[in-house]
């Protein structure tokens, strides 16, 4: 056991521990420093998994699915579940005070969507899995007493939950929800970025009644730390990621020894068709979300805009108006409706793509720049909220992701012509078609290589639906029965009667 320093049953804010085996536990290598994006100030000080921490994570994981957790009905897990969501919804408070630090979002977007998902994500599946049906079949024999078979859904056993910063309590339990609803155990890696509400989950499973170990944490980066540590233990027997394609591929290797399934959600350059019939109001509204939200830190974001010709001034005019409205600011100021990026390093990798832009000549409808707020935010990763006409579809501007504020608006002259552009790209997540013709929108959606199409919407979530990449986007889909899918294995019985 390598769990050397201090364990106790209440999460301390300033000083982040593991949570291993129901406690939580300051062990490992020196702490590091979580920083505030709107202000960089320091929000904690977090302790960092060894190999030994983690191997002590999966071991809790293990012994725990042998315990009570193991035994179980899906109704007995279904009902813990949805305690956890009511502990979710009785600390909101707490969750989005630890959410907004973390992040810098605005505290609008996180009361709105990151906190009631993640109390929602329990809910859904635990909905979900006491409703699970499973496949069966007689089979006629020679003797004439045929054989009947059934499906069993029986958990995978150990899962390793590696998380991104984006929306981390969302997407965290986006993940544990399905997992812990099919009787699974979990390791969650958090990102290093924003470990805090990862944490406090931890006590929120202790109150529901989780037993100990069957949910996990262990903190830390990601090559040669907790994240690699946790993906290459053999006792993990499924990963689950959501982050950059690159990453992707090195958990893909990962997993590939020991042949453990993955579910990789990964990164997009999703493009937006905006068609001349259009609701032009809706459109506007739509992309601006699609754009913006979240400072454009949204793998399902849109960073490519194809309008149809005869709109595209007009387009370009009000999409620039509305990105000059929007008020940076103090995260906790309601008024704030654009936060922070995420780090200096992720502000630095967002602003070479705005000089790369320039470089290759795109015309700078707005912003293009880093901004300055000066007093405590001076400090903070704010960028202008950008938005380019006039690069060519093969430019790194227009291909690759950037994670940033911005999109590059270009015209289109016909159907086929925005298809086409809208498909030329390695990635494969999204898309959003602005149209008011119903024969038009369904021919497009079905034409469109990615997992998610919206029509005339954005970020509108059924979380029973389908959800995930195709292309380099992505493994697999979760969400609804699609997760049941991942987090368990179907063990056929056949009978002979
Ligand atoms: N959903 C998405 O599409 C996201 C895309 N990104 C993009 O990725 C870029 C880099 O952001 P990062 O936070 O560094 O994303 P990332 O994909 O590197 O990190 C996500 C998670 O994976 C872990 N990780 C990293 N390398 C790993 C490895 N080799 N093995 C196991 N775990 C590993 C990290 O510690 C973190 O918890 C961003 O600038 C952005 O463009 C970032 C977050 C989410
Ligand atoms: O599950 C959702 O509703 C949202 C998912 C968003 C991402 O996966 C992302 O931005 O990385």
């Not at 059934?150 to 339990?173: D, H, K, S």
């Not at 812990?180 to 006590?203: F, I, Q």
């Not at 290797?253 to 020991?258: N, P, T």
């Not at 960028?383 to 291909?399: C, D, F, K, M, N």
Request: hydrophobic residues 40%; charged residues 20%; glycine residues 10%.
């Amino acid at each position: 056991m390598n769990i050397a320093v201090s364990s106790h049953s209440r999460s301390s804010l300033a000083q982040l521990s593991h949570f291993i085996d129901g406690r939580f536990v300051a062990a490992g290598r020196p702490v590091f420093e979580n920083r505030n994006p709107a202000t960089g100030g320091l929000v904690n000080l977090v302790a960092e998994a060894d190999a030994g921490v983690v191997d002590d994570a999966v071991k809790a994981a293990r012994r725990a699915l042998k315990g009570p957790w193991g035994r179980m009905s899906a109704p007995e897990r279904a009902a813990i579940l949805r305690k956890v969501a009511d502990g979710i919804m009785r600390h909101f408070d707490d969750f989005l005070t630890a959410e907004v630090l973390d992040t810098g979002k605005p505290v609008g977007l996180a009361s709105h969507i990151d906190i009631p998902r993640g109390a929602a994500n329990f809910n859904v599946f635990a909905d979900q899995v006491v409703s699970l049906s499973t496949e069966s079949f007689h089979l006629p024999t020679p003797d004439g007493t045929g054989a009947l078979n059934y499906a069993l859904r029986v958990p995978r056993g150990v899962i390793a939950v590696v998380c991104p910063w984006n929306l981390p309590l969302l997407l965290m339990t986006w993940k544990v929800a399905p997992a812990l609803a099919c009787g699974n155990a979990v390791v969650v890696k958090p990102s290093e970025e924003t470990p805090t509400t990862a944490t406090l989950l931890g006590e929120i499973m202790n109150e529901a009644g989780v037993p100990p170990g069957v949910y996990n944490v262990v903190h830390g980066y990601g090559p040669d730390s907790a994240g690699e540590y946790l993906t290459r233990h053999p006792g993990v027997d499924g990963i689950t990621f959501t982050g950059e394609t690159r990453t992707g591929t090195a958990i893909m290797k990962a997993a590939a020894d020991g042949v453990r399934p993955v579910s990789l959600e990964l990164g997009g350059k999703n493009a937006a068709l905006v068609f001349a019939d259009c609701d032009l109001d809706k459109a506007i509204e739509g992309t601006m979300r699609s754009v913006f939200a979240n400072c454009g830190q949204v793998c399902l974001g849109t960073e490519r805009v194809y309008v149809e010709r005869s709109i595209f001034e007009a387009f370009v005019g009000r999409l620039k108006s509305g990105a000059e409205s929007l008020r940076m600011g103090d995260p906790f100021d309601k008024a704030t409706t654009l936060g922070p990026l995420i780090s200096r390093e992720h502000r630095d990798k967002v602003t070479t793509y705005y000089a790369k832009a320039a470089a290759e000549g795109a015309t700078v409808v707005t912003g293009g720049g880093q901004a300055r707020l000066g007093g405590p935010h001076d400090h903070g990763f704010f960028v202008q909220p950008t938005i380019w006409t006039g690069l060519p579809e093969t430019s790194a501007v227009v291909r690759e992701e950037i994670f940033g504020p911005c999109c590059h608006i270009a015209p289109f002259d016909d159907e086929d012509a925005a298809i086409e552009a809208a498909n030329d790209s390695p990635y494969g997540l999204a898309t959003s078609i602005w149209t008011e013709n119903l024969s038009r929108a369904h021919r497009v959606a079905g034409r469109i290589d990615v997992g998610i199409a919206w029509v005339n919407s954005w970020f509108l979530r059924d979380l029973r639906t389908p959800f995930g990449g195709s292309k380099q986007s992505g493994i697999g889909r979760e969400g609804g029965v699609h997760s049941m899918e991942f987090y368990t294995e179907l063990r056929n019985v056949c009978v002979k009667l």
